[in-house]
């Protein structure tokens, strides 16, 4: 018996979870299908800046924050060995400079080398008012070559992806599964007011003379330079409730103030792009199963979505998860397959 599935959506969370169940399917049971609007460099997941550490998820209780970040630290370092440079993941030392003194984050003992930063390496951030900061070691993702492995990694495996509008997750009730990973879309589709847009705009830049990862707090600013293998990220803007997915010129300008007034070498850089998506903030990440009851026939949802800017750190352990949600209502059901 063959238990049909559908992924709903293409971004981080959708892909990694469509492949964790791919991944757990030698037998065959599961036929997947991935339906999403938008695909790629239309997603929010391309804009992010896409460095890892646990620090960007509302109200995440340690005892799921920790083997989430873990489990997703141990696959992109396994990728890291494997394909590095088709898989788009670089192993990075990231500077992270603030005014305000402040006490060493919980989740410093669940990453390789966390120190307090040099005088040597403030430094390097040309602002006389950074006091303090942290040096971590940890990856950085380039999310346009990462999302194409895993898109082609989940062909492979045989799922299928379709480009559809969707207005209701109960338009998939053909579906023995239904698993959610819509993130901003959810307002809508579950529908979850909850569900909150955080705008998002980024540059990216040619300066290949730039190699360290750095962020900025400063004030009420968060300023970011990330360099990639074939451009720089700078960041960026962190604008609540702002659903405006079209490119702000002023946005692009104060982006690129901040960032020189840090990094002032930045003013030679030609910008390549400009970039803008919508995280999806919610007061805190929906991974459980729901059960609905359309027109007298049952529906079976995973939801994995609301992990605001934190999707890329914690892509791989919320799809484990939602993969064994999804053997759950298997079982069940009595869906599992007996071939």
Known sequence: MTISVCVVGAGIIGLSTALQILQNNSDLRYDVTIIAENWGRHTTSDAAGAILRPSS????????????????????GQLSQENPGLAGIHRIQLLHFFEQNRPEPHWKEWILGFRKVTDLEKSLACRKSTINGWCLSTFCIDTTKYMAWLTTRIQDLGGRFQQRKLTSLNQLSAYDIIVNCSGIGAYSLVPDPSVTPVRGQILRVKAPWLFHSCVFEYGEKLSYVFPRSSSVVLGGTYQVGNWNMNINKNDSKQILEDCCKLIPSLKNAEIIEEVVGLRPLRPSIRLEIEKRNIDQKDIKI??????????????????????????????????????
């Open 302 to 339: 995973v939801h994995n979505y609301g992990h605001g800017g934190g999707g890329y750190s914690f892509h791989w352990g919320c799809a484990i998860e939602a993969y064994k949600l999804v053997e759950q209502l298997s079982s069940e059901s009595g869906l599992i397959s007996t071939l």
């Open 57 to 76: 998820v509302r109200n995440l209780p340690i005892h799921l924050q920790k083997p989430w970040f873990n489990k997703t630290i141990d696959w992109i």
